[in-house]
């Protein structure tokens, strides 16, 4: 066992955020001997949940020392080819993962775990997530990588993510992703809804959620589900989160074009909802700082670090099937 000294088996943990890939791990039994981001809120909210990890504010790319690890994880970002995002092969953004390769080279950990969005699977950027799993064999890994979507694993969610993860070259053992724990299958739970996730909370959390206007590109697609369903997938932009059900359903009325179907009143999903439907914990503490100079860039940042989070669940039950190599 690397590091440590709990006896729980370490991680190293790189693009950390808010920490919902960390909380998974956590739950999964590892201690993290190092967090990284390059955010300063995604940093405040992380120690103000998880106050004891050692997490170093900084750019991936100025970091030269780590801590021995067993595992090594990371969600580098993603905005180059999420379905969100403006979509470029060739953004800087898009080869962060190279950062990822160095640290894994420097740690030689025993497995790692990568996180990244299911855009990275499109026939225009298949030539990134190959040749992340060259590199990664290159640097004597085994990787394997699936598709998974997180409502599978009891988020109340649809958000589906590609995972790479490696076992080093020289250890015996394989890695089996996790089956699905929900779902209409024989022996799963049903899915978790969205009423399950964030009924009794408050029906008009004042300063809790964004209300812009909700413009023309807003209203181009259904943002609304139901109290009964899974929810689509959470965003990290304040003005493009989902509808909270309580508002009316939509209909299409043209191309990319939807209306109201009554005029009462709507509202979007809050940080704090928004964080439920993500798997984060009920008790999260969203501190405020400083540099919240308004409400509506507090609310921006808030939003952020939760829509970038990985669920937890999902997190926990991808770390959970690792094999005993510690
Ligand atoms: C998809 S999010 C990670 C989410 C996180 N794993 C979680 O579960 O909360 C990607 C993160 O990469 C961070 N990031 C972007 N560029 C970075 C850089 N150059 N160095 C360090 N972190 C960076 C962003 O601030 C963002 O928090």
Redesign the pocket.
């Known amino acids: 066992m690397a590091g440590g000294g709990s006896g729980r088996p370490t991680a190293v943990s790189l693009?950390?955020?808010?920490?919902?890939?960390d909380a998974g791990l956590i739950e999964a039994g590892f201690d993290i001997v190092l967090a990284?981001?390059?955010?300063r809120y995604?940093r405040e909210f992380y120690l103000a949940n998880l106050p004891e990890t050692d997490y170093k504010l900084a750019?991936?790319?100025t970091l030269s020392s780590f801590p021995e690890a067993d595992l090594l994880v990371g969600?580098?970002?993603?905005q180059g080819f999420s379905e969100g995002g403006v979509r470029k092969a060739n953004r800087g953004i898009n080869y962060?993962y190279q950062q990822f390769d160095r640290v894994l080279r420097l740690i030689r950990p025993k497995a790692f775990i990568v996180e990244n969005v299911q855009g990275l699977t499109r026939s225009n950027f298949r030539h990134l997530l190959n040749n992340q799993i060259i590199r990664f064999r290159l640097a004597r890994y085994r990787v394997q990588t699936r598709l998974l979507n997180a409502a599978d694993y009891g988020v109340p969610q649809e958000r589906r993510r590609v995972f790479l993860v490696g076992i080093r070259s020289d250890i015996d053992a394989q890695y089996e992703f996790p089956e699905a724990t929900h779902g209409s299958g024989e022996g799963q739970h049903p899915y978790v809804t969205i009423r399950d996730a964030i009924e009794g909370l408050p029906d008009w959390p004042e300063g809790e959620y964004c209300d812009d206007p909700f413009h023309w590109y807003y209203m181009s697609r259904n943002r609304r589900r139901g109290w009964d369903e899974l929810s689509k997938t959470i965003v990290s932009t304040a003005r493009h989160m989902l509808l909270h059900p309580i508002s009316p359903t939509l209909s299409r009325v043209g191309p990319d074009c939807w209306e109201w179907t009554t005029d009462e009143p709507r509202r979007r999903f809050s940080f704090r909802e928004a964080s439920a439907l993500q798997g984060l914990s009920a008790e999260a503490v969203f501190p405020d700082t400083d540099r919240m100079h308004s409400e509506t860039a507090g609310l921006r940042m808030k939003y952020r670090v939760v829509g970038?989070?990985?669920p937890p669940p999902l997190f926990r039950a991808v770390a959970g099937t690792l094999p005993e190599i510690w």
């Open positions: 693009f950390t955020g808010c920490g919902g890939s990284n981001d390059i955010c995604a750019d991936i790319t969600c580098y970002p993603c962060l970038n989070a990985v």
